[in-house]
């Protein structure tokens, strides 16, 4: 079983596509972080495991769903329709296989699915990131798959945007096997709270900003040497 979470803030316009592209063996986990529009109602009628995290931040969801985990197997995904849980496998089964300890999904966008202004700024972060690991990233999406136990030992510690920056950069300070594959990116149900607004991406910058100095003054000190299974 792969344990699948699913951030939700007001996503139920999204949710039964979303949940009905789940594959067999795989379990979804909404968090609710706050969600007004029944969100969390409908999500459990359609069969989904739903727990509440009250502290606002994509960051709060996402480790509340990881702490919620009990499958040896983790895959994180948006809740809004961009991003199609039927690609999962794809990202689980280099982890399964033992060739990748996180894999990420490399957002490939379809027409009207990604605002100008949060295309040039995940291209310059994805810039950044390469010239302070030397990973051959691309993109910093929210799909990704790793092992439970691993990605807990990382010890995240951002609740907000600065979430899958710091997994990604505790990641490869820790040597782990990081592996970029492709996936579909469609336009979103409803409106996002982040990149569909200048002051959205200017929060999740401000996040990454400090989430990039923090591996900047670690890498300098050294990596550390913590790959899976290797204690």
Not at 46 to 67: D, M, Q, S, T
């Amino acid at each position: 079983m792969v344990d699948v979470v699913l951030p939700c803030l007001n996503e139920r316009g999204a949710l039964p596509w979303v949940l009905s592209r789940l594959p067999e063996g795989y379990r979804a986990i909404v968090v609710d972080n706050g969600s007004t529009d029944g969100s969390a109602e409908l999500a459990a009628s359609l069969g989904a495991l739903v727990i509440y995290e009250g502290r606002r931040g994509f960051g709060a969801a996402a480790h509340a769903g990881l702490l919620a985990a009990t499958a040896e197997l983790v895959a994180f995904c948006d809740c809004d329709g961009s991003l199609d849980p039927a690609q999962l496998p794809g990202l689980v089964s280099p982890v399964v296989s033992g060739t990748a300890d996180l894999v990420l999904g490399s957002r490939q966008p379809q027409r009207g699915s990604w605002p100008l202004h949060a295309r040039i700024a995940n291209i310059v972060l994805a810039w950044r990131l390469r010239r302070l690991t030397g990973e051959r990233v691309t993109d910093l999406g929210p799909m990704r798959a790793a092992r439970r136990v691993e990605l807990l030992s990382l010890g995240l510690d951002d609740r907000r945007s600065g979430y899958p920056l710091e997994m990604f950069l505790k990641a490869s300070l820790r040597q782990w096997r990081i592996v970029e594959l492709p996936v579909p990116y469609a336009p979103r149900t409803g409106k996002s709270k982040v990149t569909g607004t200048v002051r959205g991406t200017v929060t999740a910058v401000r996040d990454m900003s400090a989430q990039l100095k923090a591996a900047a003054a670690a890498a300098s000190s050294g990596p550390v040497r913590n790959t899976p299974g290797s204690e």
